[in-house]
């Protein structure tokens, strides 16, 4: 009887031993994974203790994490082979253009009927919007590539968002469309001044293209200084508001033509800049919605 019960005491202290062998392989287990997402390191799991149920445990991890780490890696390189294109592109594109339009102002010079000068401008117009959508093309490519750290500073984002409505008059006259701003007080960024008037302009130019009523403007501030722009866009139902932000994103309509990068570039130069960017769609209206951050 005393060897029996001697027996099962000795059995449970080895299986007490086995289970605080196994909880510490799990527990660092478990290390190993942390250390993996804090440090980017890519050092394959390991045991110390041999346990069939483990070790399969912790050879599956391993395939998953390799996998996954070879499905980054490729995106990395497709991400760079794109960049790489955008950029090619962008440079093609504005050498044959310079010429197209140094040629034009050569004709411009000559004796033309009135018959040739109204085709000349009509060439011309349309070289003009070939030439906005390179220069969209060439500016996401230089966010992307080089990512330019933002010489951040306090601005009076309401003083910069009003002359930048001011410098565009023409083109919203152009297109019969008033632009109603909401007074309140001068609201301040701290932001980079250059990249916060690339947004505004993307913003105009968005709204001028897309817009077939009057464009609200709010600037306030929340948590963040806050720039809202508000327009009715008859194609509304037909435009997908969770991929706005998407580069080459363009709602099926045929009113217009974009190459869809406009709001992409409001998006990067915001993000670079500490800030984010919201869209909300109701009745036919939509709300963009572009935050930066104030001084604290």
Do not use: W
């Not at 390191?41 to 149920?53: A, C, E, I, K, V």
């Not at 504005?94 to 000559?110: F, M, N, S, V």
């Not at 011309?124 to 590539?145: M, P, R, T, W």
């Amino acid at each position: 009887m005393n060897i029996e019960v001697g027996f099962l005491v000795f059995s449970v202290i080895l299986l007490s031993l086995y289970i605080t062998f196994l909880q510490l392989q799990i527990h660092n287990i478990n290390r190993q994974i942390d250390k993996r997402l804090s440090e980017s390191t890519r050092q394959p799991l390991s045991l110390d203790l041999f346990n069939r149920g483990l070790n399969r445990l912790t050879a599956n991890i391993n395939k998953c994490l390799k996998v996954e780490e070879n499905l980054r890696l490729d995106s990395i390189r497709e991400e760079k082979r794109f960049k790489e294109l955008i950029a090619n592109i962008s440079h093609d594109l504005r050498t044959p253009l310079t010429a197209i339009k140094g040629y034009q102002q050569l004709i411009e010079k000559k004796e033309l009927s009135d018959d040739q000068r109204h085709k000349l401008q009509i060439a011309g117009k349309h070289a003009d919007e070939l030439g906005g959508l390179i220069e969209h093309f060439f500016e996401y490519s230089y966010q992307v590539n080089a990512q330019p750290e933002p010489n951040r500073e306090r601005i009076n984002l309401t003083n910069l968002v009003t002359e930048c409505l001011a410098e565009s008059i023409a083109d919203f006259e152009d297109k019969k469309i008033a632009v109603h701003i909401e007074e309140n007080a001068p609201v301040f960024a701290f932001a980079d001044k250059e990249m916060v008037i690339r947004i505004i302009q993307n913003l105009i130019r968005n709204g001028v293209t897309h817009s077939d009523g009057d464009i609200e403007v709010r600037i306030f501030t929340g948590q963040n200084a806050v720039i809202l722009f508000r327009n009715h866009v008859h194609h509304g139902s037909q435009m997908d508001i969770n991929r706005i932000f998407e580069r080459f994103y363009t709602a099926e309509t045929a009113k217009k033509r974009s190459t869809g990068l406009g709001l992409s570039i409001v998006k990067l130069l915001a993000e670079q800049m500490g800030g984010n960017t919201t869209a909300t769609m109701k009745d036919g209206f939509i709300e963009i919605r572009v935050e930066l951050p104030v001084v604290t």
